[in-house]
């Protein structure tokens, strides 16, 4: 029989409805073995590393939640070096991973996969290095600085609190990050000096690297998820006011401000330091001296419409 493996967080704010969309409706497809994988409340990477081990050649692997959840999912199915194929359902507040590859139910994959329709196509993720040693791989963006930090505020109990009781749309995710932006935007979030690829950088709070069609639901990136080189690199002053404006009015109305890449992207500091690095939704504070981000040289196998 195929394996079918659901990626799924029981902490999810959206849990019940994934119970009930996904977990439930994949009993009832014949010729399907199921295994559920639930996320355990430990980083990203222990998931990932638990997800790898149990993984079979030709698993169709499926991640039902938000892009943390497919994060667990992307990274399990590259570190286990198996042939499997990977599907994501978007659960969570922005579902960036779920926009660029475009399905919205378990249905309409599993027929899709059956049929072995042109939806089978190969994504190279972005790959982040710190001081020479893989981190972690993310299909859509990273991002270092304000934003990144940003994330933390969904972490926060009342925030997930009022996820959990109804308050879970895009307005909502925006009107918290923009009370978080004004309390926390005289915060040093990167070093006043650095390098991008060998050139000084002065008074910068936050690099955004993107492969995918958006970050954060809000700027609109561009379909490199498919090129084996090209993604896109960002840079500027955000915690000024007008500079957030005008950045984001050139993210939502045409595309995200940056420079084309087709090699990989160095940031070097002076000395070890202390930073937030996010990669769809996920953080972690670091201490490095230098970030490396690239393409994957591993692509894998994705459902995409």
């Known amino acids: ?28 497809y014949p010729g399907y073995a199921i295994g559920k994988f639930e996320v355990k409340s430990v980083p990203v990477d222990q998931n990932a590393k638990n997800l790898s081990k149990i993984l079979l050649d030709d698993d169709l ?5 938000g892009d943390g959840t497919g994060a667990v999912a992307l ?13 994501i359902l978007g659960y969570g507040n922005f579902n960036d991973f779920t926009r660029t590859l475009g399905y919205q139910s378990i249905s309409e994959i599993l027929s899709d996969f059956k049929s072995k329709k042109s939806s089978l196509k190969t994504l190279y993720p972005l ?6 040693k893989h981190f972690r ?26 996820l959990k009781t109804g308050k879970k749309s895009l ?59 090209t993604f896109l690199v960002s840079s500027g002053k955000l915690t000024k006011f007008l500079h957030l404006l005008a950045f984001m009015a050139k993210s939502i109305f045409k595309r995200l401000p940056g420079t084309v890449q087709n090699s990989p992207c160095t940031i070097d500091f002076d000395h070890a330091t202390e930073i ?14 230098q970030l490396t981000i690239k393409k994957s040289e591993q692509g894998i196998k994705v459902l995409s419409k």
Not at 143 to 157: C, H, N, P, R, W
Not at 185 to 195: D, G, N, Y
Not at 207 to 219: I, P, R, W
């Open 75 to 87: 990274n399990g199915a590259i570190l286990s070096q198996k042939s499997v194929t990977l599907a």
């Open 127 to 132: 790959e982040a290095l710190v001081d020479g």
């Open 171 to 229: 307005f909502y995710s925006i009107s918290t990050l923009a009370k978080w932006y004004f309390k926390n935007k005289h915060h040093q979030f990167l070093p006043a000096s650095f390098r991008l690829n060998g050139e000084a950088k002065t008074n910068i709070s936050d690099v955004l690297f993107v492969n995918g069609k958006t970050v954060a639901k809000m700027m609109k990136g561009g379909s490199w998820w498919q090129d084996e080189k």
């Open 276 to 289: 937030e690095i996010q990669g769809e939704g996920e953080y972690r504070r670091l201490k490095l001296s």
């Open 61 to 65: 692997v499926i991640a039902a939640g």
């Open 1 to 28: 029989m195929q394996r079918l493996i659901i990626v799924y967080n029981p902490r999810s704010s959206k849990h019940s409805l994934i119970e009930e969309e996904v977990l439930s409706p994949a009993t009832k």
């Open 137 to 162: 791989f993310a299909a859509c963006y990273f991002t270092i600085g304000m934003f990144a930090e940003s994330t933390l505020v969904f972490d926060q109990k009342s925030t997930r609190k009022s």
